[in-house]
């Protein structure tokens, strides 16, 4: 356990922080979700939205540094491709 103030206030942003970064990195799941739902649905025009949409979400995960620039880019190329498959 933290003894000395600033110990104790660390480990309560520590957990505000991972509950922030959970939170995100879930809807990006969510996001990307639906973007493959799309696609095997056969939609296109949904697909490019929820594309465009997941996106949005995983640039803004790392503007806040809680992914790494390759990992969403790789990420964002596997969507690509799977929607212009279509």
């Not at 933290?2 to 520590?14: D, N, Q, T």
């Not at 296109?44 to 995983?58: D, H, M, R």
């Amino acid at each position: 356990m933290a003894h000395s103030k600033s110990a104790k206030k660390r480990v309560l942003v520590a957990e505000r922080n991972r509950e922030r970064n959970q939170a995100v990195k879930s809807r990006i799941k969510t996001m990307v979700k639906k973007v493959l739902v799309a696609v095997e649905l056969k939609e296109v025009e949904t697909s490019k939205a929820a594309l465009s949409v997941a996106y949005k979400e995983l640039d803004k995960a790392v503007t806040k540094g809680i992914m790494k620039k390759n990992t969403v880019s790789r990420k964002k190329a596997r969507l690509a491709a799977r929607v212009n498959a279509l």
